[in-house]
């Protein structure tokens, strides 16, 4: 721990981010304001209280609405919103400067209070949004533009996550109710809310006053339309300017129109083969590694994700602050796995059940369909079991799933912590333990200072990669239809922002 | 005729009950709701069991039960887990769009099986009946979904006659209404085309012709009278169906009706949702099957209810 204290005092200094005194996230737009943009997603917010709506599609319409205190731009950088600036006053609490003069939508000024109000709701047990302020302590208004954050300990990931905490207005809320607050939302954002059909469309307006710059396009629709192929109809006919989780099987259908494009980022969605390494001959990391080498990983994405994967030498993504470019996927190497086996006293293979869920990620069923072939081809005689996610989710929960499954996740702070924790010791999500890398693990998610955290992270991953404790997969890639009237570029951590786009 | 109608309602009503049993089981078959409920990260033992006691899920199951018919009654199927609004007000949002969409989808359907369930059978074995019979099996066969696709993209993409998809003025009623009314379609018309076949040869057909009446006449007032009862009953069982939304039309046009407010409730395990659509759903098919029964009456006076 003392190399983190030492990293985080040093870190105490005033920290102003880089960038951060220039101009804020938003330049206002010069393009002429006007026009409609419509957007088409396949799920909708269940409701337009930011604090009680935590699904990415749900956020992707509440952050329009509202503003968090910090943000990334398209560039993967933290910019800040309607905090200025922040200081570690010590390594468990921080002060953060707010913006002056901005108000909410309905006139109510936004200051110290109505950040202190979202944090406490936020803090409240039963809030969705709880995960989002896990490890903080309290919250406190120094002076109307000044609050303090009291974490229990050190908490490096508290910037990150405070990005998807759109801020609300305490008064309007006690005023009105949370469930009035849900269908009437009112923030600081960018656009303002208009009207919601629910389960068909929802309306937001620009909001002229707003203080990054009055956006240039006026009006924001958002569609709902459940199925990938309809949304992708949607798309072609020129309805819908831009939709979310393009089926990639799909995506040649938009090839020869030069009106419409498809966008790619490399994706935060990682899926995954988790072995239980307590467990019979998953015990033996010869093992591990040639059912590793075992799987043709290339081909899988190639093949059934249509390529619109990347695969990894480890379980940390290439978006993730902390990922390790120096390492190489283990390669596709059948006759190396079956030595491999041998070696470990298996030559002639052996029996184990292999679960994975059925429609939760994109074409899961038939990634471990494959990859169970693969096992089968190196002596290994997975029993495929489906489920629906329903079921899947809550053994996941109670740690019943195993001895290999296939599982997905995402960190929405972007961080190595939120990967490497399915490998840490003594957490529900984890079905392995390492007291070496533990104790990494344990230093580098205590270390404030996002270099040396970093640092520490790829510290850790050749560790991993030759402890195997998983069948290291892929990560998803995010695809996007966009209309090429429409001027927007997706970003790494999915945040869909339109306050500075433009439309021809 | 009173007894009748008092018989035909205690057994709806039993139906119903039963119903309610279902759905307040299904709930509980599916998994410990309160799992499937908390957001993916750990949660604290003292987090499950206030959630579990705050839903009321602590109390025997009888006892639930019991709450569960007695607020239902009342409208009462608690709040939505998910919206956090009223369940049956969430459920009574999507009727109307449900409705337009039952009601259209059935006009297209009778409009086009009647008649040309009429004609095959006036014509059996030429060519009209053979047409009518593959659109029927062709109706029935093809995956709605499917069909929907096909049609997005032919007159959504290609021809730009219609949206592609969501709610808004009779333009975007058209392609939902005509893929789920060519599915009911296809049942309507091979009973139409069956029970003319039955009366086609009677007696009193003869002598209706006979009497030198004009053949539409014979058609319209003897023969296709005398025919309805089954269509009626098929027609009021498919409305009722209708009614209770339909998840795959709804889900592909992106339709927003009861249907897909149900599975998305089921997916998202908001029972309180699941319950209110169920038993709302059911409701709606108690009442139509009861209505068709009443129907008889009218349309065939040998019925006497005794």
């Known amino acids: 721990m003392t190399g983190a204290r030492t990293a985080i005092l040093a870190a105490v200094a005033a920290l102003v981010m880089a960038g951060m005194a220039a101009s804020p996230a938003l330049t206002p737009s010069q393009a002429a304001a006007g026009g409609t943009v419509t957007v088409a997603q396949g799920a909708e917010p269940a409701t337009l209280d930011p604090l009680q709506e935590i699904s990415r599609t749900g956020y992707n319409v509440t952050l329009q609405i509202y503003d968090p205190l910090f943000m990334r731009n398209a560039a993967g950088q933290i910019v800040p919103m309607l905090a200025t600036g922040y200081k570690i006053v010590n390594p468990t609490t921080w002060q953060f400067s707010l913006r002056k003069g901005v108000k909410f939508h309905n006139g109510e000024a936004f200051d110290a209070s109505a950040v202190k109000f979202t944090i406490d709701r936020a803090l409240l047990k039963d809030s969705p949004s709880n995960y989002l302020v896990d490890g903080v302590k309290s919250s406190r208004v120094v002076d109307p533009y000044t609050v303090e954050v009291t974490t229990a300990n050190p908490l490096p990931l508290l910037l990150p996550r405070l990005m998807l905490l759109g801020i609300a207005p305490p008064k309007y809320y006690q005023a009105r109710g949370a469930s009035y607050v849900a269908t009437h939302p009112v923030g600081t954002g960018p656009y303002r809310f208009q009207s919601w059909v629910k389960d068909d469309r929802l309306t937001l307006a620009a909001n002229h006053d707003y203080w990054g710059g009055a956006p240039s396009i006026e009006t924001v629709v958002f569609r709902l339309i459940p199925d990938p192929a309809a949304r992708v109809a949607a798309f072609r006919s020129g309805e819908v300017d831009l939709i979310t989780d393009f089926a990639p099987d799909l995506v040649p259908s938009v090839a020869n129109d030069p009106r419409l494009k498809v966008d790619v980022t490399t994706g935060t969605r990682s899926i995954n083969i988790m072995l239980d390494t307590g467990t019979g001959p998953l015990r033996d990391k010869r093992v591990r590694q040639a059912l590793n080498y075992a799987v043709d990983k290339d081909a899988i994405v190639k093949n059934i994700l249509g390529g619109f994967g990347t695969v990894e030498s480890t379980l940390v993504p290439a978006a993730y602050l902390g990922y390790n470019a120096r390492l190489r996927p283990y390669a596709y190497d059948p006759a190396k796995a079956k030595a491999l086996l041998a070696q470990a006293g298996y030559p002639n293979g052996f029996s184990i059940v292999f679960q994975s869920p059925r429609g939760r990620y994109l074409a899961d069923a038939q990634v471990s369909q494959a990859v169970v072939g693969y096992l089968k081809a190196a002596g290994v005689n997975a029993d495929l079991k489906y489920y629906e996610w329903g079921n899947y989710v809550g053994m996941y929960f109670k740690h019943q799933l195993g001895p290999i499954f296939l599982i997905g996740s995402a960190s929405a702070a972007l961080d190595a912590a939120d990967a490497l924790e399915n490998v840490s010791c003594g957490v529900w999500d984890s079905w392995y333990c390492n007291n070496g890398i533990q104790a990494l693990y344990v230093k580098a998610t205590a270390t404030v200072d996002p270099g040396r955290r970093a640092a520490l992270y790829r510290e850790i991953q050749p560790l991993i990669y030759d402890e195997a404790p998983i069948i290291f997969m892929y990560t998803q890639k995010g695809i996007y239809g966009v209309n090429a009237r429409l001027n927007w570029t997706p970003q790494n951590d999915e945040t869909l922002w339109l306050a500075k786009s433009t439309v021809k | ?306």
């Open chain 2, 1 to 306: 005729m009173q007894r009748y109608v008092a018989r035909r309602l205690f057994q709806a009503l039993l139906v119903l009950l039963g119903i309610s049993a279902v759905a307040f089981a299904l709930t509980h078959v599916i998994g410990d709701p309160v799992v499937l409920l908390l957001p993916p990260f750990e949660a604290g033992q003292a987090q499950v069991a206030e959630m579990r006691h705050s839903l009321g899920l602590d109390r025997p199951l009888l006892v639930q039960y019991a709450a569960f018919v007695g607020a239902a009654l009342h409208g009462d199927f608690g709040l939505s887990i998910r919206q956090n609004t009223p369940a049956l007000g969430l459920v009574l949002d999507r009727v109307p769009a449900t409705a337009e969409l039952a009601s259209a989808a059935l006009v297209v359907a009778v409009g086009a099986a009647v008649p040309l369930g009429v004609a095959a059978a006036l014509r059996r074995r030429r060519v009209v009946d053979r047409a009518a019979l593959l659109f029927s099996m062709l109706g029935q066969s093809m995956p709605t979904f499917w069909l929907g696709l096909q049609a997005i993209l032919l007159f959504g993409v290609a021809l730009r006659w219609f949206p592609t998809g969501g709610i808004g003025g009779f333009r975007h009623l058209v392609l939902p209404a005509a893929v789920l009314g060519v599915f009911s379609a296809a049942g309507i018309l091979r009973l139409t085309r069956t029970s003319m076949l039955d009366v086609i040869s009677e007696d009193y057909l003869r002598t209706a012709r006979a009497k030198g009446l004009r053949e539409t006449a014979v058609v319209a007032r003897h023969a296709l009278r005398n025919a309805s009862l089954p269509i009626v009953t098929w027609i009021g069982l498919e409305l009722g169906t209708l009614l209770g939304g339909a998840v795959v039309t709804e889900t592909v046009f992106a339709w927003p009706g009861m249907g897909r407010l149900a599975v998305q409730a089921i997916f998202a395990r908001d029972f309180p949702v699941v319950q209110a659509a169920v038993l709302f759903a059911a409701t709606i098919f108690v009442l139509a099957t009861f209505c068709t029964d009443l129907m008889y009456a009218w349309l065939d006076p040998r019925i006497h209810y005794s």
